[in-house]
């Protein structure tokens, strides 16, 4: 009997057992695990959950139903190759047809069954995630979602079973092997982006900009665990049972056709090579080197004038390359050797100093998510160095867990610092500043935003649909946001600024629906006017630019990030944050001054003050005075109320040794809940006590000022509760809540 007979034959074979149509009804309704119990994705608030609207309806449930799927289909798997063995046919049929040929076309089978619950299940969940989704909604997104996060998963538990099986011939050992290979991925490996092969490290997805970092990064560890489990099965082959011989026996002589262990081999060095071979994280060293950030010992007779790049990144392979030049000055009358950093990821092509080659060595060390590379400057007084360079750009290992960081497509570019351009690390500036320029050439929608004060204009347009931006600031560092990207300016004259708004054009009708603009003028009118202007605020101008989900922002000279995380339909019902949509855009408005312009220990979980606190404060502030007493304490001081009593009627606070009882996980889930839950109810509750007993929301004004406005310790920077009752002259006693 051939092959392909022999598939067909078995296809149809699984096709008409009711357990296999059990298998695929369970692999489609999988995903409504991710929707409920299972929920991997970072949430961006400590009262509920919140992510995305393609993170909570797209990758929780592809996530979830990657690991359901793939425990279904080894379960199937193993089922269907111990049913000769069980049905006590195995003899009979192999009298008939080859093992090696039955082992060959019933994984096979398998795999076509696989792509077929895998398709049905793609299908079924469409119309949700387009209800769901509306205007973010990407079919493109929506395919590699499924494909990636999930169905890719269940073909390397269908391989791993089905090895277990032809090594061991027993059912239960084969469950028990492939249930310790998940577990290890669920527990010990984690946090190891390569080694989780049924649950990727997936940190957020985007609903505004794009995610294919991520989709190549998870593409990339699935394939090498392709490879490897591919290797595995290979090797498993070779132990098929035949001629009634044991397992050593059949081994020794399937093995006499050199191809099969031959295949297994390179299957095994291939998966090898991928993993050694990665280019999305960095080698650097797992000690912090804080030599990398500040040179301890710059040059003495080498300086330079001025730097330009004409930098060119490729959306379609997230590549950049470039050519960087720099004006320097030796006067030494000596050759130096002078270092530079520049992206791991990156290869130095070529160094030329007024127009020769000349001789450079890169480091093979990597630290703080760079590594250096040395160039000898000749003996010339005016020095033009010209490097070419490129490759991929790689993220730190330290935060490899949650990668996306570094977007480069033909919708987000997210390109910062020694991305963009190498640039001299022991190498001073000649004057007091360094006129810095770049050119950059991207897709024709796209907007480059500059951080910081630095200004972009466009230079020219391209014959292909580019166009050519030039960029112009100061210093080494430049960090560049592109985007399709709608700007709206915003004047806001009591704090003589006027603001330029970027973000997404999908969100173009959530943010004019809440009239974002309006939302924001007011905000900073009222923030400067009563606590203070930033500090951050430009000469005239000020960028805020909604940036892809990265878990926060930051800010600096002129401008500051939003995330998009703060304008997710999710995040904008988050009934902690306010009671509209409005009411939360100014919510996550002011943490521009409680939150970025003062700061508050991140590492300090010992009690509830945090930013939080003082932001929903504020928020209440501003929703009062710009929409009366009465719907301010409706939304906010009512609600806070609510949440308080019904705190302290949990189960869990009245009866902690229950809580004591649980295992250590589960502990931890409810005390960040309800942690949360304070920090947003309780302690905003706690310093409108504190307005009250200070003499009025003037004084309290008067405080805020002062502690917004504190000379900083370095050391520090943070602002601590007892600040702010010192500030206020009262004591944690002087506001318990009766």
């Known amino acids: 009997m051939n092959t392909l007979r022999q598939f067909r034959l078995e296809l149809t074979r699984l096709l008409q057992n009711r357990l296999t149509w059990l298998a695929i009804l369970l692999t489609a309704l999988s995903p409504v695990a991710g929707l409920t119990v299972y929920r991997p994705l970072y949430s961006s608030s400590d009262s509920g959950y919140v992510t995305t609207m393609q993170g909570m309806y797209l990758a929780n449930p592809a996530l979830a139903g990657g690991i359901l799927g793939a425990v279904v289909f080894a379960i199937l798997t193993v089922w269907s190759m111990d049913r000769l063995r069980r049905d006590g046919m195995e003899t009979l049929t192999h009298a008939v047809v080859s093992p090696m ?31 769901k989704l509306g205007a973010v909604f990407d079919l493109k997104s929506y395919l590699l979602i499924y494909l990636i996060f999930m169905y890719g998963a269940i073909p390397l538990a269908i391989l791993f079973a089905s090895a277990a099986c032809q090594f061991t011939r027993r059912a239960d050992l084969s469950l028990a092997l492939f249930a310790a290979f998940a577990a290890l991925s669920l527990t010990v490996w984690k946090e190891k982006w390569q080694l989780c092969w049924l649950n990727p490290c997936v940190w957020a997805v985007s609903d505004d900009f794009s995610n294919y970092r991520i989709f190549r990064s998870v593409a990339y560890m699935r394939l090498t665990w392709l490879l490897a489990i591919a290797g595995l099965w290979a090797l498993s082959y070779l132990c098929v049972r035949q001629y009634g011989k044991g397992p050593l026996g059949s081994f020794a002589h399937n093995i006499r056709r050199f191809y099969r262990p031959a295949l297994a081999a390179v299957l095994a060095v291939c998966s090898i090579l991928l993993y050694t071979g990665q280019p999305f994280v960095d080698r650097s060293t797992a000690e912090m080197d804080y030599d990398f950030l500040f040179c301890p010992a710059p040059l003495e007779t080498v300086t330079c004038s001025g730097r330009y790049a004409d930098v060119r ?9 470039g050519q960087a030049r720099f004006q320097l000055q030796n006067t030494g009358g000596q050759e130096q050797d002078a270092r530079f950093q520049i992206d791991p990821g990156y290869k130095i092509a070529s160094v030329r100093a007024n127009g020769a080659d000349v001789p450079f060595s890169v480091d093979s060390y990597q630290a703080m998510g760079e590594k250096m590379f040395t160039v000898t400057l000749p003996a010339e007084a005016e020095i033009e160095l010209v490097i070419d360079y490129g490759g991929f750009p790689q993220e730190w290992n330290l935060v490899s867990a949650t990668q996306g960081r570094h977007e480069i497509s033909d919708t987000y570019m997210s390109l910062e610092n020694h991305q963009l351009s190498p640039a001299p690390f022991d190498v001073l500036y000649a004057g007091e500043t360094l006129p810095a320029m770049m050119d950059i050439v991207l897709p024709g929608h796209m907007t480059p935003v500059l951080f910081g004060s630095g200004a972009t204009e466009l230079l020219k347009e391209n014959g292909d649909g580019t166009k050519t931006w030039r960029m112009t600031d100061e210093g080494y560092s430049m ?8 700007r709206e300016e915003i004047p806001v004259e009591p704090a003589g600024i006027t603001v330029n708004f970027y973000y997404s054009r999908r969100h173009q009708s959530v943010m004019e629906a809440m009239d974002a603009a309006e939302m924001i003028r007011r905000t900073i009118e009222f923030c400067t006017e009563h606590i203070g202007p930033l500090s951050f605020y430009g000469d005239g101008s000020f960028n805020l630019i909604e940036s892809r989900c990265s878990g926060g922002g930051y800010a600096g000279d002129g401008a500051s990030l939003a995330d998009e995380l703060d304008f997710t339909a999710n995040n904008l019902a988050d009934s902690s944050k306010g009671s509209s949509s409005a009411q939360v855009t100014i919510h996550e408005l002011v943490h521009q001054w409680w939150g970025l312009g003062n700061m508050f220990d991140p590492m300090d979980e010992s009690g509830i003050w945090s930013a939080e606190g003082l932001t929903c404060y504020t928020t209440y502030r501003i929703v009062k005075a710009l929409y009366g007493e009465r719907e301010a304490q409706a939304s906010f001081v009512d609600a806070w109320q609510e949440a308080v009593d019904d705190y302290y009627e949990d189960f869990y606070v009245r009866h902690p040794e229950y809580l004591s009882a649980l295992p250590e996980q589960y502990q931890a889930d409810i005390a960040n809940n309800l942690r949360g839950m304070r920090q947003y109810n309780e302690m905003p509750l706690k310093i409108l006590k504190a307005e009250q007993l200070v003499g009025g929301e003037e004084a309290m004004d008067e405080i805020l000022r002062g502690l917004f406005g504190r000379e900083l310790n370095p050391e520090y920077p943070y602002l601590t509760y007892q600040e702010f009752l010192d500030a206020c002259h009262l004591t944690e006693e002087d506001l318990n809540l009766e």
Not at 117 to 128: D, E, G, S, V
Not at 313 to 321: A, E, H, L, R, S
């Open 313 to 321: 990144p490729d959306p379609k392979t997230g590549c950049v390359y």
């Open 479 to 486: 960090i560049l946001y592109a985007g399709d990207y709608i």
């Open 101 to 131: 040929t039955a082992a060959l076309t019933r994984l096979g089978a398998l795999l076509c069954v696989s792509i077929l619950a895998q398709a049905i299940t793609t299908l079924a969940w469409l119309p949700y995630a387009i209800m």
